[in-house]
């Protein structure tokens, strides 16, 4: 069974930085895209940034210059390192992955639990 576990988050003030990590567990053949997504109060899930398995990245506007999504593929880890935090980054971000658990079975996608992420002003 496969299980995306995020962890990081937590309360800084504005401008502060936070490092997420999501660490995938269980039995897995190769990963794919690697993704983070947040959701704030009384809005829709965002995707946030992702990493291809080749490395390429892409960011929201909002984020870019600011966070940097990176990928450690001998640990099976996603990293989102976040600086110049502001209050509207706020919200419950998640990891998402597109797994593949065996050869010559097609991909899955998985969704981490969240993780807090709260920015005061």
């Known amino acids: 069974q496969v299980q995306l576990v995020e962890s990081g988050g937590g309360l800084v003030h504005s401008g502060g930085s936070l490092r997420l990590s999501c660490v995938v567990s269980g039995k897995i053949f190769n990963i794919y895209a690697m993704n983070w997504y947040r959701q704030a109060p009384g809005k829709q899930r965002e995707l946030v940034a992702v990493?291809?398995?080749?490395?390429?990245?892409n960011y929201v506007e909002s984020v870019k210059g600011r966070f940097t999504i990176s990928r450690d593929n001998v640990k099976n880890t996603v990293y989102l390192q976040m600086n110049s935090l502001k209050p509207g980054d706020t919200a419950v971000y998640y990891c998402n992955e597109d797994i593949v658990t065996s050869a010559y079975v097609p991909f899955k996608n998985y969704w981490g639990q969240g993780t807090q992420v709260t920015v005061s002003s």
């Open positions: 990493i291809t398995s080749g490395g390429n990245t």
